[in-house]
């Protein structure tokens, strides 16, 4: 059983294209996450959702817009990408208890050319 | 700001050589220092959650210790299953929400 899932794996797509990155957890957990991890390789946070709420909303271009349609699912939609989007998205989950730790998805690799 | 430093970048280990990685913090507030295994192609494994300095906590050949400035993962007599990248991540106590401020990495091999 797949804790937190993500689609695609692997996306790369030209510059200026819109695409989405799905994710679903089945833990139960209140809380989902978006982190991105660059080249070299250090993960930042990029935002939160709570119960379908937005918690956190780090400096991230308004070309990325988090969408949760339940708190279940936590997508993440960027629109015209540019080349520095480049890198691994990571979808998470946790309990809401600030002590809880992240139970991560195994990324997804975006590439834009 | 909150900032994780994590050394070295790389250690190569022969199996059953013991060492330990470095993570040196700079955060207003400690809640937790949290320490992270990663394997290619996989996201985060969770490890463990230290609080206060002085702290410990071991699971298998890993123990992980606090002080008001660093921490510390050890490795005892490590196995080649143990190679990944170990990342060491902080949580402010003024942050609302689980928000997560990571190192580097430091990606360990261990040869047989």
């Known amino acids: 059983d797949t804790a937190v899932s993500q689609t695609p794996k692997y996306l790369v797509t030209q510059m200026g294209n819109d695409k989405s990155i799905k994710c679903e957890q089945n833990?139960?957990?209140?809380?989902m996450y978006w982190y991105k991890q660059d080249s070299k390789k250090f993960l930042k946070i990029m935002f939160s959702y709570n119960n379908k709420e937005l918690i956190i909303n780090e400096t991230v271009p308004n070309r990325f817009s988090p969408k949760s349609p339940d708190k279940a699912h936590l997508n993440l939609h960027i629109n015209s990408l540019e080349l520095g989007d480049s890198a691994v998205y990571f979808c998470a989950s946790s309990p809401l208890d600030r002590d809880s730790p992240l139970h991560f998805g195994n990324g997804t690799r975006l590439t834009v050319t | 700001e909150d900032q994780v430093t994590q050394s070295p970048e790389a250690l190569r280990l022969q199996e059953g050589e013991s060492s330990s990685l470095n993570c040196s913090y700079t955060v207003s507030g400690l809640r937790g220092l949290f320490w992270y295994r990663q394997d290619p192609g996989k996201g985060p494994e969770f490890l463990f959650t230290l609080y206060s300095a002085g702290e410990e906590k071991e699971k298998e050949r890993l123990k992980a210790t606090l002080t008001k400035k660093e921490s510390f993962l050890h490795i005892t007599a490590p196995k080649p299953e143990d190679s990944a990248t170990y990342l060491c991540a902080v949580q402010a106590r003024r942050e609302y929400g689980n928000k997560l401020v990571f190192g580097a990495g430091t990606i360990l091999r261990v040869k047989s």
């Open positions: 833990l139960g957990h209140d809380t």
